[in-house]
């Protein structure tokens, strides 16, 4: 099944192309406001879902391309993301140790929504295209065994991030939590959709040209594994978001006028775009191409605008 909120943050159930209004059925769940009616759903989803399946088959909807989609989760109470969780395509060695940081719910938008990049003074703006998870059930100290129970469904994410800000080394809060920097979308789909969460094509396009393109299978840390240890550090609740980490040789520059296109297999696309007042620029290159380049550093070196 695929959820999605919609317009005035109506709750749909996606049929095709076909948005089926399930508001009615969704506001028997106690709620202040959408993002927490969308949690008290997928914390009751099995009382639920009979009737939603029901409404989805019976075709009195709208087109899809009639509708505003709005963030599938419009406020989530945690977003948690792994860190360095990908062996890039072999070229690790060994999985870095497991890490990961918060980003703050604020930072949330959604599909056909703007991310706006603040003015500082940072070396790069890079998004990371990721698969995210959507905790089903309060989860604490889970067994990895055990953790795929724990799991609602899946979403695209764009992990978005503000690099070589100051101090080094202790900038994750500044680069990561900033507003409109957590796009996702453009709906949940649910669990038993995706035979695999393990081996999906990851795709992020930057007006139309392919930039990253990688599997999950590539990632680091399995996701029981990044279940087990988020949940052995705090709880997880219904609703939360797990962002799954990326591959990094693919990322590159975001700038002004971009459209960014993210599509996990099964997943939809997701899109977005880019607005900087300040108009910087940067090659448009990816860190792979950069690195097979000769250049020196890790990242792409600002070429025009402030702070170059």
Known sequence: MKLLHFDDFKLGVLNGDTVIDVSDIANEVPHIGAHDRINGLIENFDNYRARLE???????????????????????????????????????????????????PNSVIGEGDTMVLPDIP???????????????????????????????????????????????????YQMKGRETFA??????????????????????????????????????????????????????????????????????????GDTIELEVEGLGCLTVYIKDDLKRTWERITRLQH??????GVLTPQTGGKYA
């Open 291 to 296: 690195a097979e380049s000769g250049a020196d």
């Open 183 to 256: 796009p996702m979308g453009p709906y949940i789909v649910t669990k038993d959709e995706i035979a695999d969460p393990q081996k999906l094509a990851v795709q992020l396009r930057n007006n139309g040209v392919v930039m990253q393109n990688f599997n999950t299978d590539d990632m680091a840390h399995k996701i029981p594994r990044c279940i087990s240890w988020v949940s052995s550090v705090h709880t997880l609740e219904p609703g939360d978001v797990l962002a799954t980490g990326t591959n990094h040789r693919g990322l590159n520059p975001f700038m002004d």
């Open 54 to 104: 029901a409404a989805a088959v019976s075709g009195n909807g709208v087109p899809l391309s009639g509708v505003r989609i709005r963030p599938p989760l419009p406020k989530p109470g945690n977003i948690d993301c792994m860190a360095v969780n990908y062996m890039e395509d072999g070229t690790r060695d060994e999985p870095a140790p497991i890490n990961a940081f918060f980003k703050s």
């Open 122 to 172: 940072a070396t790069i703006f890079e998004g990371e295209a990721e698969i995210a998870l959507i905790i089903g059930k309060r989860a604490s100290n889970v067994s990895e065994a055990d953790a795929m129970d724990y799991v609602f469904g899946y979403t695209n994410f764009i992990d978005g991030s503000a690099r070589g800000l100051l101090p080094p080394g202790n900038t994750f």
